[in-house]
């Protein structure tokens, strides 16, 4: 079946530091993969998504890349904000309809 | 466009009491579907449709009913609310998810406790 492997929370950084959150996938067929972000008390919405290998999917200075060879779609910020402070869910879908989600991790950015 | 639409926001129950939570959707989805989110746990399915018509289970389905006798409608029914239920529920919506598409909209969701 398929699973999605994301980093543990929470992670804590200072404005303007590099982000990184893993995530590590197990898929039947071919997955597109995708990054949600929820902010507090609200629902998810998309940040990013790649469709195929070696894509990069980019938003509001967020960038993963599917990675084949290594199952993996790691969401990286070079320099966060306050207002980047929020969950991040992993995710992928192999067939027509069905996510599946990550766990979440939890970031909170100081200023 | 109003998306998908869920009511109410928040919820207090008491033990064994039923209920309904409403989800809408207004972007002719095809799919449509409710989660539970813990703590910890990250998002769980319980049930989805794929039509009007149509249901199925999700990964914890039990305690909870549905239906979908419209398109833009798909309520949630708790039979005998129990404190394990106590749970913030997402409704999502998406239509056919070719390759390129975007994967699922979102509700603000509800808010619920069994006390």
């Known amino acids: 079946g398929n699973s999605v492997t994301q980093m543990e929370g929470p992670v804590t950084l200072s404005e303007e530091a590099f982000l990184t959150i893993n995530c590590t996938y197990t898929?039947?067929?071919?997955?597109?993969l995708f990054w949600y972000v929820q902010y507090p008390g609200e629902g998810l919405q998309l940040l990013l998504k790649?469709?195929?290998?070696?894509d990069k999917g980019s938003n509001k200075g967020f960038e993963a890349t599917y990675r084949k060879e290594t199952t993996s779609f790691h969401l990286e910020k070079g320099s966060v904000q306050v207002s980047d402070s929020a969950v991040y869910f992993c995710?992928?879908?192999?067939?027509?309809?069905?996510?599946?989600f990550g766990k979440g991790t939890l970031l909170t950015v100081n200023p | 466009n109003a998306g998908v639409t869920q009511t109410p926001k928040f919820q207090v129950l008491k033990t064994g009491q039923s209920m309904t939570l409403q989800c809408a959707q207004d972007m002719n989805h095809e799919y449509m579907s409710w989660y539970r989110q813990d703590p910890g746990m990250g998002l769980r399915l319980i049930h989805y449709s794929v039509g009007a018509g149509i249901t199925d289970q999700g990964e914890v389905p039990n305690g909870y009913n549905v239906s979908r006798s419209t398109t833009e409608d798909f309520p949630l029914r708790l039979l005998s609310a129990a404190p394990s239920q106590t749970s913030v529920y997402f409704c999502?919506?998406?239509?056919?998810?070719?390759?390129?598409?975007?994967?699922?909209?979102f509700g603000s969701g509800t808010r619920l406790t069994v006390v």
């Open positions: 790649a469709t195929k290998a070696d």
């Open positions: 999502a919506s998406s239509n056919y998810q070719g390759r390129g598409s975007d994967g699922y909209t």
């Open positions: 898929a039947t067929g071919y997955p597109s």
């Open positions: 995710a992928l879908r192999t067939g027509n309809y069905k996510l599946t």
